[in-house]
């Protein structure tokens, strides 16, 4: 196939209202995804699940992750897709134990000491991931023309966070410890996590993927001195390599739960979008963020658990605040299991209808 003209980019990116709002185009019907939109709320996501092992075989078969990755997409028609896949394949790849329990999420077997971040081996990866892109290349050919296909990886910081703890954890002390009494030896583990992510969001981005996502989940629990060190600085550094390895592909940030970081990390880790997170005050993100960056989010997940009127409302208010500016809708966190998936219907109709008749629907 011919390399593509800088030309034919701008017409197909104009084609999908995702990639043009991630250009800065502002839209009074802004474009619409929602993190986590494959899932357990959804009973043909369930029924699929049942029948392929584990959470981790469904991740490694490519054609039954294109068809989860496509559920939500012929469902509600969102303007991205997001690959169905998840943050902690990439230790898995490195070789460290993972799995995903019922009831429990994920265990790990935990890597604490010098030795064990040692055997590590980041340079594995993307031949172990081979599955995933090429379930990336089967996604991008299934799309429908206006929608774009969006990759991920978690950040350093959070992946390593369910690395050391061994799954989950309610403090984050083994964690924090070794951040603070051995930063060499955490370091490592980041630098590893740092290399391992570039070369896997470079492969997505080979296979097809269009855009980029970092989810930092626990940015938030760091103090702000230690905020740079561990998630600004690796995230920059990752988003420097890819802007020579995957050039033109446009990345957003979410770290989640940084407060008046938000600031720092759109200004300081090249980003070109960042995800807000819930609690994020929409008048102080549109004067703070929107002339740096473009925002996306940020309604709160249990409003599509509540759903109706104060749904929409909160939706339409969220349009009304950041629509003014470079936006792209989705939740401040994503979907949960008990979703009715008749709101997130409810959800996209109101988006695109555009206007406050939304609100008065039964
Ligand atoms: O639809 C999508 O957004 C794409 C798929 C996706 C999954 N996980 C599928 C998944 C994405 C983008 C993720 C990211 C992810 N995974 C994050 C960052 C975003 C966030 O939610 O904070 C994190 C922290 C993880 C780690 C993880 N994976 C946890 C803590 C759990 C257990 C909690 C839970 O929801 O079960 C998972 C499991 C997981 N990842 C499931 C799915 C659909 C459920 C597994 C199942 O079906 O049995």
Same mark, same amino acid.
Not at 141 to 155: C, D, Q, R, V
Not at 161 to 169: A, D, F, Q, R
Not at 182 to 195: K, S
């Given at each position: 196939?011919p ?5 034919d ?6 084609a999908?209202?995702?990639?043009a /709002?991630?250009r ?5 019907r802004p ?9 357990r ?6 029924e699929?699940?049942?029948?392929? #092992?584990s959470?981790l075989d469904l ?8 068809e ?10 969102m303007?991205g897709a ?15 134990k993972?799995?995903? $329990?019922?009831?429990k #999420? ?8 010098r ?8 340079g /594995?990866?993307v ?11 089967m ?7 206006e929608t ?10 959070t ?5 050391? $703890? #061994? ?5 984050f002390? /083994? ?7 051995? %930063? ?11 290399e391992?992510?570039?070369a896997?969001?470079t ?5 097809g ?5 970092i989810?930092d ?5 760091l103090?702000s ?13 990752i988003?420097e390599?890819?802007r ?9 940030g979410?770290?989640?739960g940084?407060?008046v970081?938000?600031?720092?990390y /759109?200004g300081?880790?090249g980003?070109?979008?960042?995800? @807000? ?11 703070n963020l ?7 989010g940020?309604?709160?997940? %249990?409003? @599509? ?11 339409l ?9 470079p ?7 994503g979907?949960?299991?008990p979703?009715?998936?008749?709101n ?6 109101t988006?695109?209808d ?5 609100t008065?629907?039964?």
């Amino acid at each position: 196939m011919p390399p593509t003209s800088e030309k034919d980019r701008d017409s197909k990116a104009s084609a999908k209202p995702l990639l043009a /709002a991630l250009r800065g185009q502002i839209s009074a019907r802004p474009p619409v995804w929602l993190m986590r939109q494959a899932g357990r709320y959804l009973p043909e996501y369930r029924e699929i699940r049942s029948k392929s #092992g584990s959470f981790l075989d469904l991740c490694y078969a490519p054609e039954l992750a294109t068809e989860v990755t496509l559920q939500p997409i012929r469902r509600f028609a969102m303007d991205g897709a997001i690959l169905f896949c998840d943050i902690l394949v990439v230790p898995h790849a490195m070789g460290q134990k993972v799995s995903f $329990e019922e009831g429990k #999420g994920p265990v790990l077997e935990p890597v604490r000491t010098r030795e064990e971040i040692a055997r590590l081996d980041a340079g /594995a990866v993307v031949a172990k991931l081979s599955p995933v892109y090429k379930a990336v290349g089967m996604i991008a050919k299934a799309l429908p023309a206006e929608t774009a296909l969006i990759g991920f990886a978690g950040a350093p910081w959070t992946v390593a966070s369910y690395m050391v $703890e #061994g799954g989950t954890s309610r403090d984050f002390l /083994a964690l924090k410890t070794l951040a603070y009494s051995q %930063a060499a030896v955490f370091e490592v583990l980041i630098d590893r996590l740092v290399e391992a992510s570039i070369a896997h969001l470079t492969a997505q981005a080979a296979a097809g993927a269009e855009v980029l996502q970092i989810f930092d989940t626990w940015a938030g629990i760091l103090p702000s001195d230690q905020f740079e060190k561990w998630c600004i600085g690796p995230t920059r550094r990752i988003v420097e390599a890819l802007r020579k390895q995957a050039p033109g592909i446009p990345i957003i940030g979410f770290p989640r739960g940084v407060g008046v970081g938000y600031v720092r990390y /759109a200004g300081e880790t090249g980003v070109d979008a960042v995800g @807000l997170d819930t609690s994020v005050p929409l008048d102080w993100a549109a004067r703070n963020l929107q002339d740096k960056v473009v925002l996306q989010g940020n309604l709160d997940p %249990a409003m @599509l658990v509540a759903g109706g009127a104060p749904m929409r409302e909160a939706a339409l208010g969220i349009i009304d605040a950041l629509a003014g500016g470079p936006f792209i809708f989705n939740l401040g966190h994503g979907v949960v299991p008990p979703t009715n998936p008749d709101n997130v219907a409810d959800l996209l109709s109101t988006i695109r209808d555009g206007s406050r008749l939304g609100t008065v629907r039964v």
